[in-house]
Structure formats: C-alpha cells, structure tokens
C-alpha cells in the first residue's frame, strides 16, 4: 500500500523528470567536487572565526539585534527538512517497489536490508539520490545557523564548527561513495530537524518553550537510533554478502562516535551548570528570606 498522499505532490516529490534523471557527478550536480568541499569548509571556519574576533574587538560581548532573522531562518530550515523527509520516504518507497524484482540477485531479503544496506554497485543515481543532494544543500543552509549564534550570543565553540563541518562531509560521502544506510539517516535526521527547528521557530515568535530540554533530548535520541543501525549495517555487511560504500560507511561512524562523544560531554556540561545556576538560586532564596525573617524578628 503506497502512503497517501495527493497525485500531484507525489509528482513533484518522486516521479519529476528532474528527480528520476538525476546523477551525482561534477557536470550535472553544483557542489559535487573534492576542491568544493574543502574550499567551502575552510571558508566557513575562516568565516566565524573571523567575525568572532571582530565583534569581541568591537562591541565586547553584547549581542546584537538580529529582528526576524533567526525566526525565519529556523522555519527554512524546517521546511526543507519536512520536504526532503517527504521526498525521500516517497522515493524510497518507489525504489523498493520498483527494484524488488533485482534483489534475488543481490542477497537483498527484505525492505530494512536495502535500507541498511545497498547492494554493492550501486551508483548515486536516481530518485533516492537526488533527495541525498538536497539534504546535502541543505547543510548550507544549517551553517547559516553558527553566525547567528555568533551575532546574537557572541559565541563560538569547537563543538559548533566541528559538528557543522563534519555533517557536511558526511552528507558528501553518502553521495560520493553511494554509502548504505544514507536513507534511514536521512530520513530520521530531517525529522528531528523539522520537530527541532519548528520548535525554535515556535519559541523566536514569542510562543511559549516545552518545560523539558526538547531539543538535547530529540538530538540525543536521534544518535542513539543511529548507532544501533550502524551494529545493522555492520551485521549485514559481514553476514549479508556485503555493502555498498563500506569504506564511507567506516569513516562515518569513527566521525559519528566522535560527534556523540563531543555531545554527550556538551550535553551533560549544560545540564550540570543549569543544575548548578538552579542551586545557587535556590540558595540565595533562602539566605534573602532568612534576613527578612531577622530582621522581623
């Protein structure tokens, strides 16, 4: 049963010319060569260091009125994120239907095996790839997200330039090396972004935040689902007759432990100083009202 949705958004979503004829290489898609990335990447932490030590010289530490910037930025990003997720679970769907006949061949089971792992041989082409690229794209547009934060905080920090570098090559890989389990991380990951950044733009409009750490724990869930895939993909890989782009795939996941660790170790950091903001409050609380109560008595 196929998901339902309107004729023409499954057009324009998964059966466009453009998506089915797309081919990952230097003459048909922009941003497809090795120099690109490392100019894009080196530019980008030149970029926010730089304006980081501008505005520390210039203003100190006072942020900076940024209007409906970071509101509108929050809902592109959210948008783009519910439509690739949209067009790669269309897409996908369409690939398994319309491949299924080929997987005897190819020792592919079951719709989770392809989704873990791609027949070794296959070439970034076609409906699935094309929503790779976007979601490639789309990590441009997430670094927009650092100088922001810079303007609007007047911080900078290791974690932010190396997590955005680092998921930009990633994102590049998987199109590079037509790396297994790009789909499932795809699709989880443009969730979460559009749960996160619909949240964020939520609260930037002066609507009221959730009473619990919404975003660190959709992040933290997020990774979790994504290192238990990554035991699939490594089963099937050495049971299953192989996978495509394991080599990526390899490099991915020392990239990715190292993302998780560099979190977990940020994400328990900010809750200890929030605990420890909290305590101090509390304290200085109690010690006020102890003096309203002496000097009553």
């Not at 680092?166 to 699709?187: G, K, P, R, T």
């Not at 959709?218 to 035991?231: D, E, N, P, R």
């Not at 998780?260 to 929030?274: E, N, W």
Request: proline share 4%; hydrophobic share 50%; with cysteine.
């Amino acid at each position: 049963m196929g998901i339902p949705m309107p004729e023409t958004a499954k057009f324009y979503l998964s059966e466009h010319p453009t998506i089915m004829n797309f081919q990952w290489s230097p003459a048909h898609a922009w941003g497809s060569t090795w120099s690109f990335l490392f100019a894009t990447i080196a530019a980008y932490i030149a970029a926010a260091s730089s304006l980081h030590l501008l505005l520390l010289l210039i203003r100190g530490r006072h942020p900076l009125p940024l209007g409906p910037f970071p509101a509108l930025h929050s809902l592109a990003v959210a948008v783009a994120s519910a439509a690739i997720f949209a067009g790669m679970i269309l897409c996908a769907e369409a690939e398994i239907r319309d491949t299924r006949w080929f997987w005897r061949r190819t020792r592919t089971a079951t719709p989770i095996h392809w989704l873990l792992c791609f027949p070794v041989g296959t070439r970034p082409s076609g409906r699935v790839f094309f929503w790779s690229y976007a979601f490639y794209l789309s990590r441009f547009l997430h670094l927009c997200r650092t100088f922001l934060t810079i303007l609007r905080r007047r911080k900078l920090t290791f974690f932010q330039l190396f997590n955005q570098s680092i998921l930009l090559v990633m994102s590049f890989l998987w199109l590079e090396f037509s790396q297994s389990f790009q789909v499932l991380a795809i699709l989880s990951t443009t969730l979460l972004y559009a749960i996160i950044y619909g949240y964020r733009f939520w609260t930037e409009v002066g609507l009221p935040g959730a009473s619990f750490q919404l975003v660190g724990s959709c992040q933290l869930a997020m990774l979790g689902c994504h290192v238990a895939c990554h035991f699939g993909v490594l089963f099937l890989h050495l049971l299953g007759g192989g996978c495509n782009g394991i080599g990526a795939w390899v490099f991915n996941s020392v990239l990715n432990a190292a993302i998780l660790l560099l979190f977990l170790k940020f994400y328990v950091a900010r809750r200890s100083r929030k605990r420890e903001e909290k305590e101090n409050s509390s304290s200085s609380r109690s010690r006020r009202s102890e003096r309203i109560e002496k000097k009553g008595s």
